[in-house]
């Protein structure tokens, strides 16, 4: 119901209304309009319904009759439901209100599904600034030197440079707020809260060990793989042959430990797997924890 905007707060407990926020700031009476089923959720979590109750379904009046239409203004709001940097620099009044303007023509322009958001924005005249990330080069290379181009999450060789408090929630690009991560580390923190990453991290560090000793052994093998490739290589045009009993010898022990590092790969990637599935779900019990109710 959040993001379908039909909740708005009550004295004690949320309350449904059977028409979304944009129609409520259009000066739409919700209790002229019905809707069953914002009604039917409202009654099975016992909150407030506003609105015009009807047993049975009934045909929709649409502000916006075309349907293709609809489904852009639609698509168009999830973007921004979704978008962290969206929200927090355009008000939702704002917005709805520009949506507004374009669905009575005031703006000449629907949201377009195959355009960007930020154009979509922009057309709507709603600005956002996307580049809150402004770590020059001078300052990237100096993270990297500190830390010696060594993962700080987990230990594994890294060059990306991490803002510790996501960019997008913080906008401090401060060295203080500057560390060194791993492009998979980067990937999974994403824009998690640096101190629930760091208190689940700190509960793996001996998985995190075994992964810094897994690309350790990876790169001492696959190193040893390309010599034992080149050898190869230099044996048969030395010999002028393809084939002898030496060189059928060399290849074999070749498949023999490429054999092994697939193995270890394969191992390694679902140590990979199950750390990131453990990041993923700990930072959605943690979000789900903070809501304060189920829809």
């Known amino acids: 119901m959040d993001s379908l905007h039909f909740k708005q707060e009550g004295l004690m407990n949320p309350k449904l209304t059977s028409i979304c926020d944009i129609c409520l700031m259009r000066g739409l009476d919700p209790h002229d309009y019905s809707n069953y089923a914002v009604a039917t959720f409202a009654q099975s979590l016992l909150y407030t319904y506003e609105g015009k109750k009807d047993d049975a379904p009934v045909k929709p009046n649409w502000i916006v009759q075309n349907k293709k239409a609809r489904k852009r203004y639609e698509a168009f709001l999830q973007d921004y439901d979704g978008n962290e940097i969206a929200r927090q620099q355009v008000k939702r009044e704002d917005l709805n209100l520009a949506i507004i303007k374009s669905e009575d023509g005031e703006i000449d322009y629907i949201p377009d599904q195959d355009v960007t958001f930020a154009q979509n924005m922009e057309k709507l005249g709603l600005k ?132 092994a590092i697939d193995s270890l790969q394969s191992d390694y990637d679902d140590l990979r797997e199950t750390r990131k599935t453990y990041f993923e779900t700990g930072w959605k019990l943690a979000r789900i924890k903070a809501n304060k109710d189920i829809i």
Do not use: W
């Open 128 to 259: 956002i600034d996307f580049q809150l990330n402004e770590v020059n080069f001078i300052d990237r290379e100096r993270i990297r030197a500190k830390y010696k181009y060594r993962c700080q999450y987990c230990g594994r060789r890294g060059h990306s440079v991490d803002h510790k408090d996501p960019v997008s929630l913080s906008h401090n690009n401060d060295l203080t707020n500057l560390t060194l991560a791993c492009a998979e580390c980067n990937r999974i923190k994403s824009d998690m809260p640096y101190k629930l990453f760091i208190q689940l991290n700190s509960q793996i560090t001996k998985i995190n060990k075994k992964l810094v000793k897994y690309e350790n052994a990876l790169g001492t093998l696959q190193e040893e793989f390309k010599h034992r490739r080149r050898y190869l290589a230099a044996q048969v045009h030395l010999k002028g042959v393809i084939n002898d009993l030496e060189l059928n010898a060399i290849r074999k022990q070749n498949k023999q430990l490429q054999d």
